[in-house]
């Protein structure tokens, strides 16, 4: 069974950037289509961006596009968020999530396989 573990995220202020990883154990990533989440305090869990199986697609959420990039590194079964021009609405823990689907790579349910998410905080 394939397990995450993310990493990269700290502390940040406004404008800044940061790159999160999310590497795999216990098995590879060929397959399964790749994802972000992400939860701040209060807040439920939000998509934040996808990566199709294939590594021929990818996607965002509205609140990040042109911010955010999503890339896989398939030799080190690693999944990469890279994040720029960071707003302290970006604050949250952000989680990756792996599953063997083509289809609504958006929506956490279809997700099976989860990280342990890593804290990403946006001073003002």
């Known amino acids: 069974q394939v397990q995450l573990v993310e990493s990269g995220g700290g502390l940040v202020q406004a404008g800044g950037s940061l790159r999160l990883s999310c590497a795999a154990s216990?098995?590879?990533?060929?397959?399964?289509?790749l994802a972000w989440f992400r939860q701040a305090p209060g807040k439920e869990r939000e998509y934040v961006s996808a990566?199709?199986?294939?590594?021929?697609?990818?996607y965002y959420a509205g609140s990040v596009k042109g911010r955010f990039t999503i890339s896989r590194d398939n030799a080190k079964n690693t999944v990469y968020l890279q994040m720029n021009s960071l707003k302290p609405e970006d604050t949250a823990v952000y989680y990756c999530?792996?599953?063997?689907?083509?289809?609504?790579?958006?929506?956490?349910?279809?997700?099976?396989?989860w990280g342990q998410g890593t804290q990403v905080t946006v001073s003002s």
């Open positions: 999530a792996a599953a063997r689907i083509a289809y609504g790579l958006s929506f956490s349910s279809r997700y099976d396989i």
């Open positions: 990566l199709s199986w294939s590594g021929g697609a990818t």
């Open positions: 216990g098995g590879t990533f060929s397959g399964y289509s």
